[in-house]
Nanobody, 126 residues
Framework: QLQLVESGGGLVQPGGSLKLSCLASGFTLDYTGIGWYRQAPGKEREGVSCSNSDGTSDYRDSVKGRFTISRDNEKNMVYLQMNSLKPEDTGTYYC????????????????????WGKGIQVTVSS
């Protein structure tokens, strides 16, 4: 059974850090693009970062220099290290997978991804 499970969310103060993890099961990450997406209340889901199967990564402009995506294919894990968090980073964060890369990463919704986790809440507030 193909499954993605997120962990590591929570409440953090502005300027703080969190590290999200995504465990994939039922398939290998070797030929898989894994992306992190988020959705804030009342807003459309947006791509945050993508780890492509060729070793390259993509980030939305607002998180560049603050967030870092990484993967461990042997453990079937993908991580998102989030530093210098801001209140506007608040939302439900989803892990998603597709073949080789993240189709439509820059487009709202993330509709090009094939598999999705259930999401995890990240709240940045003082």
């Amino acid at each position: 059974q193909l499954q993605l499970v997120e962990s590591g969310g929570g409440l953090v103060q502005p300027g703080g850090s969190l590290k999200l993890s995504c465990l994939a099961s039922g398939f290998t990450l070797d030929y898989t693009g894994i992306g992190w997406y988020r959705q804030a209340p009342g807003k459309e889901r947006e791509g945050v970062s993508c780890s492509n199967s060729d070793g390259t990564s993509d980030y939305r402009d607002s998180v560049k220099g603050r967030f870092t995506i990484s993967r461990d294919n042997e453990k079937n894990m993908v991580y998102l290290q989030m530093n210098s968090l801001k209140p506007e980073d608040t939302g439900t964060y989803y892990c998603a997978a597709a073949t080789y890369y993240c189709p439509g990463f820059d487009s709202p919704g993330g509709g090009g991804m094939h598999y999705w986790g259930k999401g995890i809440q990240v709240t940045v507030s003082s």
